[in-house]
């Protein structure tokens, strides 16, 4: 991180020497006087509308019961994203799972209050669902695996858990393991997100850069 943010800046410390040195300074001012006008037109005010009109349209659709559910299930398909968020799921259920049924909670109690412990609600609205499966006599690895939500690992040691009478010690073990999973899912994703990074460090401070210039530019042209 320390390494991207200083690449950055010696970007824009380059971005700034070269349009003070290169183009010149009166050529600069023109283009940026130029620049200065034009986003001061109509187009600021247009865009301004558009964005703050996504905003509320983004808001008022995330506030609703489809929106909540359609948004939940676009972040588990997210590049990189994605992984890390079903990896996450499948530790909060697991870690859930284990704390409730040690402190002797019966398996269908533990199931719905670990569905409200669930940040992604789409896993937490399918997962309540299971403690009603149960209630039906069903197993809870046979549930989980007709509602493929959760990692093919975690179903399948829910249902050796089940088999052999386990199950707070099976669903601690896998816990950690998805804890881990998620840590180095993260760090592979920083690591891949990190040109991206990189490159939005880049045109802030190259905003910051010509803003400094366009206040040097209207403190000239009032002298």
């Known amino acids: 991180m320390i390494r991207t943010i200083l690449a950055a800046i010696f970007l824009a410390i380059a971005v700034f020497l070269f349009f003070s040195e290169v183009l010149g300074f009166y050529k600069f001012t023109y283009v940026m006087n130029r620049m200065h006008a ?5 187009t600021v005010g247009i865009g301004a509308a558009v964005i703050a009109a996504a905003i509320v349209g983004y808001k008022l659709y995330a506030n609703t019961e489809k929106g909540r559910l359609k948004l939940a299930q676009l972040q588990r ?11 996450s799921s499948a530790s909060e259920f697991a870690n859930s799972m ?26 937490s609205t399918e997962v309540g669902k299971l403690a009603g499966k149960l209630e039906e006599g069903h ?13 093919d690992i975690l179903t399948d040691m829910v249902a050796v858990g ?19 999973e ?42």
């Open 162 to 180: 089940e088999a052999t009478g386990e199950m707070e010690e099976t669903l601690s073990t896998i816990g950690k393991y998805y804890d881990e």
């Open 38 to 42: 034009a986003a001061c037109g109509d």
């Open 98 to 123: 284990a704390t409730l049924l040690g402190s002797g909670l019966p398996m269908t109690k533990a199931v719905s209050i670990t569905a409200k412990t669930l940040e992604n609600y789409y896993v």
């Open 77 to 87: 398909k997210l590049p990189i994203l994605g992984n890390i968020s079903q990896l």
């Open 182 to 223: 998620v840590e180095v899912a993260t760090a592979s994703a920083l690591a891949k997100l990190e040109p991206a990074l990189l490159i939005g460090l880049v045109g802030i401070a190259g905003f910051i850069v010509l803003a400094v210039y366009l206040a040097i530019f209207d403190l000239y042209g009032a002298m």
């Open 139 to 151: 197993a809870l690895g046979a549930s989980m695996r007709e509602a493929a939500i959760m990692p």
